[in-house]
């Protein structure tokens, strides 16, 4: 794993922001892309879909899937008519395109556990869910068979087609859902990986430290309850992985965050962990 440079600016990485994202590639390329990439032995390569979507690809070729958000649906239902709210980011992957073998979704809202998506999925028969209760649900609800499907609990440790997952606290948002949760992943190679979720503020997020996780992700977008960059830097500093990538910034017109406030915010709170926003259609090698 290359740890970034730790600076507390850096305008290589663009400063005006939201930008317009054009996708590099089709949605069936993209996904063929990410199925033939070979990942070194001993590593994990990650790709950002936006908003907490994330695909991680072990050595051994197995995919991960985190919260695929793949349609408008928050903002525009199944119309296809678009919104003020509607998503600025494109959809990278279609659902009916969209392949993995293990998807964990951390809670129920529609940003997170999409039924329109899930709904679509390609493979939503053969990929094996975990998700906690409420969003557990949904997945039953959208024809995710009761075979294929893991309730998790906090604490509870589960371990599909090679990969170890681990239910980590989150604090709720609003009271919509009340069973948010976060994931720990050991990946093959004891590689370990944390997603945050969406979760509100809590000294108990620090105990996923325990963990030892050697990078993270993490929301930052304050407006809804989640995390400020601020204070997701505050969890950093708790948790001390390597390596911190900003979450949840660039999905929805009505919940953006600049994420390289967030570099400045781990400079100031947590300066021993690096920053590293993924760009998009680009894998990353821990
Ligand atoms: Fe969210």
Known sequence: ME???IIDFDPAEGYVFPEKVVPRLSSRAFMAEIRAFVVPPGQVAMWHLGNNGWILKDFRGVLTAIDPYLTDFCASKRTGVP????????????????????????HSHCDHCDPWTVERLA??????????WQAYEVLGTCGVPDS???LMHPRQTVTVRGVEVMGAFAEPTDATDLNHMGFVFRFAGNRVYYNSGDTAKSELLGHVKEWAPEWMSICINGGYHNLSAWEAA???ALIQPKIA??????TMPHNLQPPHMFRKSLYEKARNVAYLRL???RAYLF
């Open 83 to 106: 919104t003020v709210k509607s998503r600025i980011l494109p959809v990278f992957i279609e659902p009916e395109d969209f392949d993995a073998d293990v998807i964990v979704i951390t």
């Open 123 to 132: 493979c939503r028969t053969t990929a094996v869910f975990l998700a906690p």
């Open 279 to 281: 760009e998009y259609f």
């Open 234 to 236: 505050e969890i950093c």
């Open 245 to 250: 990538i900003p979450a949840h910034y660039d």
């Open 148 to 150: 294929q499907r893991i």
């Open 3 to 5: 740890i970034p440079p």
